[in-house]
């Protein structure tokens, strides 16, 4: 049971590559942002001439159309340049990361190439690169938001940068939950402004535990060997949890996405606090209900949508609990998405 969790959250391949790509200042980044596409200059090569033609007479039309002497060491330098970066973008693969930066860097765009080929386009009045690679954009943001680290990958200066060392980092941004090289991330957003509510912090972390190791024994995963977190103590910043081959923390991550808002006591009877025991009996069906929908529209198959949604109710006391401690601390999970 399970076996296919793959289809819901991604599955980072080795070997994706992550790039960052200049804007010309930014003239480019909302063309690039609403037509789903990132360009590059030099229009004067074709796709045909990438087909067609050498290395060398490749690079020898560079020479002549930007007026340098191939024969010189900055006219050599300067096509191999532009080659090289044309040669890049034309590589591109499947599935590889780009962030684009907007004017003085303020916002930052993450997507994936989803085409194989470059595709070209005459009919754009906003934008006058014609060759371009298809993306779909996953977020853009402020970079005052992310951590101090993309500052070092803004001040690049070249029009196609690798990000591959900074791969971590945008995994994180990119989607909430995923498995890369065997491990299972769960990625919390911390949003509040304020200082981190150090209870929330251990009960969050407490109850996401609790509810994994439930998850995996009734649902027979077998999972939860290795675990470690990595926190980002600033707030905002990030809370990571990280285990080994772990459906289960997947899994958790999908039911907390769910949107649902606990205001009153999750316990009924004498120790409820918050609501009478109808209020609180309303707010646990609203709840549960919202989960079983959120579950619905997963690529589950019927039989595992109808066992998660089981230990839901089951589990639902430590789900309320771990939604409160999310709100405490404005911890978000935000992106599902899958990338191809």
């Known amino acids: ?94 599935g590889d990361v780009v962030v684009i930066p907007s004017n003085r860097s303020e916002t930052l765009g993450f997507g994936y190439i989803t085409d194989a080929n470059i595709y070209i386009d005459h009919n754009d009045p906003n934008c006058n690169w014609i060759k371009r690679r298809k993306v779909n954009w996953v977020t853009f943001e402020n970079l005052n938001d992310l951590d101090s680290i993309f500052y070092k990958i803004v001040y690049s200066k070249h029009t196609i940068s690798t990000l591959n060392n900074y791969a971590s980092y945008i995994d994180k941004i990119i989607s909430s939950a995923f498995v890369k090289d065997e491990r299972s991330h769960l990625v919390f957003n911390l949003r509040n402004q304020d200082d981190i509510d150090d209870d929330a912090l251990i009960n969050l972390v407490a109850n996401v535990k609790r509810l994994s190791n439930q998850l995996s024994a009734n649902l027979n995963l077998g999972d939860l060997n290795e675990s470690s977190m990595k926190i980002n103590a600033q707030s905002p910043g990030i809370l990571e949890l990280i285990y080994k081959q772990s459906k289960s923390l997947l899994l958790v991550g999908l039911i907390l996405s769910s949107q649902i808002v606990v205001n009153c006591s999750h316990t009924i009877g004498e120790n409820a606090q918050n609501g009478t025991n109808l209020e609180i009996q309303n707010e646990r069906d609203t709840n549960l209900s919202i989960i079983r929908d959120t579950i619905n529209q997963t690529n589950l198959s019927n039989q595992e949508k109808i066992r998660l949604a089981q230990e839901s109710v089951a589990q639902y006391d430590t789900i309320a609990n771990t939604k409160k401690d999310m709100e405490k601390l404005d911890a978000r999970i935000e992106r599902l998405n899958k990338i191809e």
Request: aromatic letters at 14%.
């Open 1 to 94: 049971m399970f076996d296919n969790i793959d289809n819901i959250f991604n599955n980072i391949a080795d070997g994706k590559n992550y790039y960052f790509f200049r804007t010309s200042k930014g003239l480019n980044f909302d063309p690039f942002r609403n037509g789903n596409f990132i360009g590059i200059n030099w229009n004067y090569i074709t796709t045909q001439d990438l087909i067609n033609l050498s290395e060398f007479q490749i690079k020898q039309k560079i020479a002549n159309n930007e007026q340098v002497d191939i024969a010189t060491t900055e006219g050599k330098k300067t096509s191999t340049g532009i080659y090289n970066k044309i040669k890049r973008f034309q590589n591109l693969k499947t």
